[in-house]
């Protein structure tokens, strides 16, 4: 455990007793259920690790709730803002980068809970090749009532099978983890990601341009959640993406414009533009009539269409 020290037998020596992990933990008014997120972490096998929960101005009474907390625990690491504003996820995450020194860092989100055995899965990954990153799974425990919790459960690296290979854009801070190294030295997020959404996207394309680590999927290192997030917010939510962070990210990573199929959004040839007729309002409505009644392989179709409907409108908003 961090800051244990050890004693020699004449005295004059300590040992610092690093730990072997550092758990980043971005909190933003979600007092209930990062409270059962840290009691999570408790009840893990291993105690070789840190926390540190970074705040992002929260007003609903988990300033007090950690303040309290990490006077219990000392293995807990509380962080916030100076000016206690919201300044986004990515400069909250940011906060943790002075506390790190252990040799993995993984990252959580607040509303997650943790299996027993998440660092002993994610540390086999890890330790089996030092240029490696450990893509943990989410099981949403009401994927069977949220619409969106069951399209999450197949998207991204939900395509993979365990140890396989994916792709650097399937990167995702609710459960994921790396070398301390690879974060301090690319110097964490990006900060000017205020908006929602991509940070972590971005930071996979830097991670992979820099290290070139193997993105391996771990479907051992698991996080249960509960999906408070209707499909209509989460459309919101890409709407807002198309407009500030995605446009960003491009900008910034010019050769990666196969995210979230952007060159099908700008492009002249003829793929390009019918992918931009295909995705109209109209058809966006017809298939929300059809989405609950429809069986669940088409649902996936129907959401990834309303997804890339919103993008487009996103980024109509951001000309």
Request: hydrophobic share 40%; proline share 3%.
């Amino acid at each position: 455990m961090l800051g244990k020290r050890k004693g020699s037998a004449f005295g004059s020596l300590q040992i610092v007793i690093m730990a072997l992990f550092t758990i980043v933990i971005p909190t933003y008014n979600n007092r209930a259920q990062l409270e059962n997120c840290l009691h999570s972490i408790l009840k893990m096998d291993s105690v070789d690790y840190k926390v540190v929960v970074c705040d992002n101005g929260s007003t609903d009474g988990t300033i007090e709730f950690l303040k309290d907390f990490v006077n219990q625990f000392p293995s807990f690491i509380f962080s916030e803002h100076p000016d206690k504003q919201n300044k986004g996820r990515a400069a909250n995450r940011n906060q943790a980068i002075p506390f790190i020194d252990s040799e993995y860092v993984l990252f959580l989100d607040s509303d997650a809970e943790v299996s027993k055995e998440i660092l002993i899965e994610h540390a086999k990954v890890l330790k089996a090749n030092s240029n490696t990153v450990s893509i943990g799974k989410a099981v949403y425990i009401n994927a069977n009532t949220n619409i969106w919790a069951a399209y999450l459960s197949t998207r991204g690296h939900g395509k993979y099978k365990h140890l396989e290979i994916a792709d650097y854009k399937y990167f995702n801070t609710q459960n994921a983890a790396l070398p301390s190294r690879f974060f301090k030295e690319l110097g964490g997020f990006d900060p000017n990601m205020f908006f929602y959404g991509g940070d972590d996207i971005e930071f996979g394309c830097r991670l992979r341009k820099t290290f070139h680590p193997s993105f391996i999927v771990n479907d051992k290192a698991l996080v249960f959640a509960e999906m408070d997030k209707t499909l209509s917010k989460a459309l919101e939510q890409f709407e807002e993406y198309g407009k500030y962070n995605l446009p960003y990210t491009i900008q910034k990573h010019p050769e990666d414009d196969d995210i979230f199929h952007f060159h099908l959004y700008l492009n002249k040839d003829l793929k390009s533009r019918f992918f931009r007729f295909i995705l109209n309002d109209f058809l966006g409505s017809v298939l929300s009539l059809v989405l609950k009644i429809s069986p669940s392989f088409l649902q996936v179709q129907i959401i990834n269409y309303q997804v890339a409907l919103a993008i487009k409108k996103g980024l109509a908003a951001s000309k």
